[in-house]
T-cell receptor, first 112, second 114 residues
Framework: EDQVTQSPEALRLQEGESSSLNCSYTVSGLRGLFWYRQDPGKGPEFLFTLYSAGEEKEKERLKATLTKKESFLHITAPKPEDSATYLCAVQFSGGGADGLTFGKGTHLIIQP | NAGVMQNPRHLVRRRGQEARLRCSPMKGHSHVYWYRQLPEEGLKFMVYLQKENIIDESGMPKERFSAEFPKEGPSILRIQQVVRGDSAAYFC????????????FGEGSRLTVL
């Protein structure tokens, strides 16, 4: 069964303390991997799309990378406003489902 | 430039009643997706629709749940005879293209079943 696992479930960092979030997946065929950010009481907000191993995308303090089995979301010198739940989602080839399969997310707290 | 609009934002129903959730996609988007988020669970895909067509309903429960996206008006997710296990946040997302992974989500409709 295709699965997406995110770790850690929760992460508390000091402002400026860099770290990485992990998303591992087991799939029969990957069409794309996506990162979203979700604030409390809000819908997810799209961040990045990655399609092939070795690909990297950057946006402000965030950088997403992809290997054949996992993706990392690196956060450099985070600020309190980066606090949110970060969701990883994959789209599989075959099987017919057009929807994304989401992980449970990493709840990130950045303390000032 | 309005985003994806969902209403109601909060809905309370008693067991056995019906719940109707509405979603207006972003302007120019003809693809609509519904996801459900249960407490402590990830977002789960339910259904993918284009105007007047259900494209993929592989994530939709077989009974009590239905969805439509008429030629005119919003997409509607309908839950008949609600049970406590239906309590969740229901998110609608839209995209301009088929098979897109970059989705634009609404703020969700939170259903509470008493």
């Amino acid at each position: 069964e295709d699965q997406v696992t995110q770790s850690p479930e929760a992460l508390r960092l000091q402002e400026g303390e860099s770290s990485s979030l992990n998303c591992s997946y087991t799939v029969s065929g990957l069409r794309g991997l996506f990162w979203y950010r979700q604030d409390p009481g809000k819908g997810p907000e799209f961040l990045f799309t990655l399609y092939s191993a070795g690909e990297e995308k950057e946006k402000e303090r965030l950088k997403a990378t992809l290997t054949k089995k996992e993706s990392f979301l690196h956060i450099t010198a985070p600020k309190p406003e980066d606090s949110a739940t970060y969701l990883c989602a994959v789209q599989f080839s075959g099987g017919g489902a057009d929807g994304l399969t989401f992980g449970k997310g990493t709840h990130l707290i950045i303390q000032p | 430039n309005a985003g994806v609009m969902q209403n109601p934002r909060h809905l309370v129903r008693r067991r056995g009643q019906e719940a109707r959730l509405r979603c207006s996609p972003m302007k120019g988007h003809s693809h609509v997706y519904w996801y459900r988020q249960l407490p402590e669970e990830g977002l789960k895909f339910m259904v993918y629709l284009q105007k007047e067509n259900i494209i993929d309903e592989s994530g939709m429960p077989k009974e009590r749940f239905s969805a439509e996206f008429p030629k005119e008006g919003p997409s509607i997710l309908r839950i008949q005879q609600v049970v406590r296990g239906d309590s969740a946040a229901y998110f609608c997302a839209s995209s301009p293209n088929t098979g897109a992974g970059e989705l634009f989500f609404g703020e969700g409709s939170r259903l509470t079943v008493l």
